[in-house]
C-alpha cells in the first residue's frame, strides 16, 4: 500500500513569490493534517480536514495561506507571498478519524 | 502552558541501557497517545500507541501512561546506535474543532556504542 505522497521534496524562492505544495492521502484515510516543522521543534499543525472540510485552520496564518482539498482526497497548501520566516519543512500526514496519523516525506521549503 | 511538553535532551545513553523518554499534556481530556521517531532530514513514523492507563509493551519499546498524572513516557530497552533520533510525544486533544493531533518539541536520543 502507498504511504502518503508529497510533492516537491525540496523548493527553494526568492521572497514575495508564491508557492505551492501537494499531498496524496493513503487511500481511504478521511482525515487530512498539514503541520510546518521548524528545525528542532515538533511539527505544529496549521489545518486538519476531515474528508473535504477544514475543521481546523485555527494555527493557519490566513493572510498568506490556503489550502484546499477537492473531492476529499488530495490537497493543496498554498503560502502567497512567501516570507524569510516560511522557511520550514511542511508535512502532510493522514490517518482515520481519532487514530494515528502517518506522514509523508515532507517538503522542505527555503526563501531567499 | 504548553499542550505537550518534552524536555528536549540530549539524553545520552550507552548502548544495551534503557532510554526513558518522558511526556506531559495539558487536558485531561486527552484520549490518545502517540509516540513517534523522527531520524535526522526524514519524516515522523509511528512506534507506539496507548490509550489506556498502564503499560503497553512492543517488542523492546514499552509505553507508560498515566492519566491522573497527565503523563506518558516511552522506555526503550537494550538501546541500539540506530535508536538515536529525535522521539515527538503526540496527543490527540479534543478542541472546539473535534480532536486534533497536537506534538511536543521531541527529545534527542544519542545512544553511543
Known amino acids: 500500500e502507498a504511504g502518503v505522497v508529497q510533492s516537491p521534496r525540496y523548493k527553494i524562492i526568492e521572497k514575495k513569490q508564491p508557492v505551492a505544495f501537494w499531498c496524496n492521502p493513503i487511500?481511504?484515510?478521511?482525515?487530512l493534517y498539514w503541520y510546518r516543522q521548524n528545525l528542532g521543534q515538533g511539527p505544529e499543525l496549521l489545518i486538519r480536514?476531515?474528508?473535504?472540510?477544514?475543521?481546523?485552520d485555527s494555527q493557519l496564518p490566513k493572510d498568506r495561506f490556503s489550502a484546499e482539498r477537492l473531492k476529499g482526497v488530495d490537497s493543496t497548501l498554498k503560502i502567497q507571498p512567501a516570507e524569510l520566516g516560511d522557511s520550514a519543512v511542511y508535512l502532510c500526514?493522514?490517518?482515520?478519524?481519532?487514530?494515528?496519523?502517518?506522514f509523508g516525506q515532507g517538503t522542505r521549503l527555503t526563501v531567499v | 502552558q504548553k499542550e505537550v511538553e518534552q524536555n528536549s535532551g540530549p539524553l545520552s545513553v550507552p548502548e544495551g541501557a534503557i532510554a526513558s523518554l518522558n511526556c506531559t499534556y495539558s487536558?485531561?481530556?486527552?484520549?490518545?497517545f502517540f509516540w513517534y521517531r523522527q531520524y535526522s532530514g526524514k519524516s515522523p513514523e509511528l512506534i507506539m500507541f496507548?490509550?489506556?492507563?498502564g503499560d503497553k509493551e512492543d517488542g523492546r519499546f514499552t509505553a507508560q501512561l498515566n492519566k491522573a498524572s497527565q503523563y506518558v513516557s516511552l522506555l526503550i530497552r537494550d538501546s541500539q546506535p540506530s535508536d538515536s533520533a529525535t522521539y515527538l510525544c503526540?496527543?490527540?486533544?479534543?478542541?472546539?474543532?473535534?480532536?486534533?493531533?497536537?506534538f511536543g518539541k521531541g527529545t534527542t536520543l544519542s545512544v553511543s556504542s
Open positions: 500526514a493522514s490517518g482515520s478519524r481519532g487514530t494515528e496519523a502517518f
Open positions: 487511500s481511504g484515510h478521511n482525515t
Open positions: 480536514y476531515e474528508n473535504e472540510e477544514a475543521v481546523d
Open positions: 487536558d485531561r481530556g486527552s484520549q490518545s
Open positions: 496507548i490509550y489506556s492507563n
Open positions: 503526540a496527543v490527540q486533544l479534543l478542541n472546539q474543532a473535534g480532536t486534533a493531533l497536537i
